[in-house]
Nanobody, 117 residues
Framework: QVRLVESGGGLVQPGGSLRLWCAAS????????MNWYRQTPGKERELVAT????????DYADSVKGRFTISRSNPKNTVYLQMNSLKPEDTAVYYC??????????WGQGTQVIVSS
């Protein structure tokens, strides 16, 4: 079955860095674009970054542009999110998603990122 497992979150001070990763299984990963989202309780889920099937096309939310980098390894069935210069407003649960797989209907458990001094 389709499975998305996000990892790498934790507590970090403002200005610090974290690298998140999402391990995918149960579908042909290399055929699908991948997204990273984040969500804070009580707020709508926000699209953070997107990457094309081959990793050559990437896009970012204005709030993270210049600080976050999305990448992928198709042989490893994994998508990454490198987060630098973290701010308190980056605090959220981060999720990966394949938007063209069953209309983006599969989600993992997410990984918590807390940016605080």
């Amino acid at each position: 079955q389709v499975r998305l497992v996000e990892s790498g979150g934790g507590l970090v001070q403002p200005g610090g860095s974290l690298r998140l990763w999402c391990a995918a299984s149960g579908f042909t990963f290399r055929m699908y674009p991948m997204n990273w989202y984040r969500q804070t309780p009580g707020k709508e889920r926000e699209l953070v970054a997107t990457i094309g099937e081959f990793g050559r096309n990437t896009d970012y939310a204005d709030s993270v542009k210049g600080r976050f980098t999305i990448s992928r390894s198709n042989p490893k069935n994994t998508v990454y999110l490198q987060m630098n210069s973290l701010k308190p407003e980056d605090t959220a649960v981060y999720y990966c998603n394949a938007p063209q797989l069953e209309a983006g209907g599969y989600w993992g458990q997410g990984t918590q990122v807390i940016v605080s001094s």
